[in-house]
């Protein structure tokens, strides 16, 4: 069982950290082009795409993925893992995180629009603006800096639900991870390998979480005073 689970991390930790970095920069950078347009079309335009991006079931986009990027483009690989010797190790992993990725970037985006639309409003953005400063300036030095302490505690929230997308994405992209062992045990009734399984990630999402705690202090001056 030791074994199984030291294979399984090797695939589903580098896939949820490969994820989890794409959905939350494409999601922030998303989110920050949204509200620099608020109520304009763009916003709008973006606001429906994240909308439906939360609606994409998993496997349907895997699917959809394997059959642009790799039946049609021949552009990256359509599953499998030739392990971590390979040179091309990493173009495995891509589309899964991609897969993995998307929903969540729709999540980022909603969050950081929303979120950006209440600090617009504080009182030092209109110091800010008041002192001549653009609103590229105001948005990108003022308003975002104070907007990612929410966002930093949805990342932290976001990995567990990455690690419970796992168990479909690898299915797909017969990836050996975690995941795919989960569903195997599942149906094989191997009752110490399921719980194996539950203990690992149930570590890797506190440890995750005391991660993104640890990060508030460098973020938000109020908690290092504490």
Known sequence: MVSLLGQGLQITFPLAFLASLLSFVLGVLLGVASAAQLGRPPDLLLSGLSQLGLALPEFWLGILLILV???RGQLLPAGGFPGWTGERAWAYLLLPALTLALPRVAYFARL???VLADVLLLDFVRTARAKGLGERGVLLRHALRNALIPLVAGLGLTFGRLLAG???VEQV????GLGRYAVEAAFGRDIPLLLGLAVVAAAAVAGV?????ILYGFLDPRV???
């Open 224 to 226: 290092r005073a504490a």
């Open 173 to 176: 992209f017969s990836l050996p």
């Open 166 to 168: 796992a168990l479909v």
């Open 69 to 71: 990027f790799s039946v």
């Open 209 to 213: 979480s005391t991660v993104a705690e």
């Open 112 to 114: 950081t629009r929303a």
